[in-house]
């Protein structure tokens, strides 16, 4: 019997997306067509049994076309619309298997999204069959799009991994829980790094205490990271490196002015860290409840004000925080993400 085929033509692949595709492989053979791996989020990726990785830019538009039609799909998954090769291949496709549009955008209806809303029934639904999106937000859009067909759910990080590492972690903390926030992301300034590294200082200068900010990551902003005694910057950190940081940090900061999603969030989540999200961060939909805190992106005074708030709970109210963070966190797997995908087969439909 033919082994179920499953084609990805991805923008940036990421860790967590590799453990959903190799959740997939588990069921079905997976073809994975990425753009060339961006400096700011240098992800070291493999080849596994059952997946397949092509660098875009090592073919030309007309070999990528016969690389899909020689895998010949039985789903294909496009990353977004902004790439026209993908858009020409997955057009070839359109009338013959599922072929689906991954979408994180939210509706607000800004005059580029009614212009896309009216062009969508000319273009969009004449390429794809499907939307595929993270959450509610994102599913307005796609329904505004035209799309009547929509999978959620499409950003999943790998569970099974960030679950170990709180299985090691966390017992120590609930007897003394490490005085420190860490932020794991780009040094962008739509990340809301800056106003993060000044909520932290002013919070320092108005009220002295023992915690820390911890910052993993690197980007264009990198050379004007703020320095401070209590900010430290470690670089760019492979996810199979975190665990020693996980184990000495408590809270965790996203405090993006831009973030459709934030998988991060999730991670975090299961790793049992009380979160403190601005309010542009779309995970805090999913996996922030009575865990943590939310803030107007953008706000250094807000910020600053949530920080503080984290700082003086007790102990036993950030444990509960921690282990309902991790019991959010825990709702969505990589093997739930590959189950919603392959539901779209014929057979299954």
């Not at 703020?226 to 020693?244: A, C, R, S, T, Y």
């Not at 969030?265 to 299961?270: D, N, R, S, Y």
């Not at 739930?336 to 299954?348: A, F, I, Q, R, V």
Request: aromatic share 12%; glycine share 6%; proline share 5%.
């Amino acid at each position: 019997m033919r082994k179920t085929k499953v084609a990805f033509l991805y923008s940036e692949v990421a860790g967590y997306f590799m453990a959903c595709a190799r959740e997939l492989a588990k069921s079905a053979e997976v073809l994975i067509v990425r753009w060339p791996v961006n400096k700011e989020a240098p992800f070291r990726l493999t080849e596994e049994e059952g997946i397949r990785i092509v660098d875009k830019s090592s073919l030309d538009p007309a070999q990528l076309v016969q690389l899909v039609r020689d895998f010949d799909p039985d789903i294909l998954v496009c990353s977004g619309w902004m790439d026209k090769t993908y858009l020409e291949i997955s057009r070839k496709f359109r009338k013959k298997i599922p072929v689906v549009l991954t979408l994180d955008n939210h509706w607000t209806g800004s005059l580029r999204q009614r212009i896309a809303r009216l062009y969508s029934p000319f273009f969009l639904k004449k390429i794809f069959t499907h939307a595929w999106v993270p959450g509610q937000p994102q599913r307005q859009f796609a329904k505004k799009l035209g799309f009547d067909r929509i999978l959620t759910d499409f950003y999943c990080c790998d569970a099974d991994f960030f679950n170990r590492i709180f299985q090691s972690t966390f017992s120590p903390k609930k007897s003394n829980s490490p005085k420190r926030f860490l932020y794991v992301g780009r040094y962008v300034r739509h990340k809301g790094i800056f106003e993060m590294f000044q909520a932290f200082i002013d919070l320092q200068n108005e009220m002295p205490n023992e915690w820390e900010l911890w910052c993993l990551g690197t980007g264009d902003q990198w050379d004007k990271r703020i320095e401070h005694p209590k900010i430290k910057h470690f670089g760019f950190v492979q996810p199979g490196d975190l665990e020693p940081y996980i184990a000495q940090t408590t809270a965790y900061v996203l405090p993006s002015q831009f973030e459709p999603w934030g998988v991060s969030v999730q991670e975090f989540a299961i790793c049992g860290f009380p979160l403190i999200l601005s309010d542009a961060v779309g995970s805090r939909e999913k996996f922030l409840v009575n865990n943590g805190f939310v803030f107007k992106n953008g706000s250094t005074e807000d910020l600053k004000s949530v920080m503080k708030k984290m700082i003086l709970l007790d102990r036993s109210e950030l444990i509960r925080m921690s282990e309902e963070s991790h019991q959010l966190g825990t709702h969505l797997t990589p093997a739930m993400w590959s189950d919603n995908l392959l539901t779209l087969l014929p057979s299954t439909r």
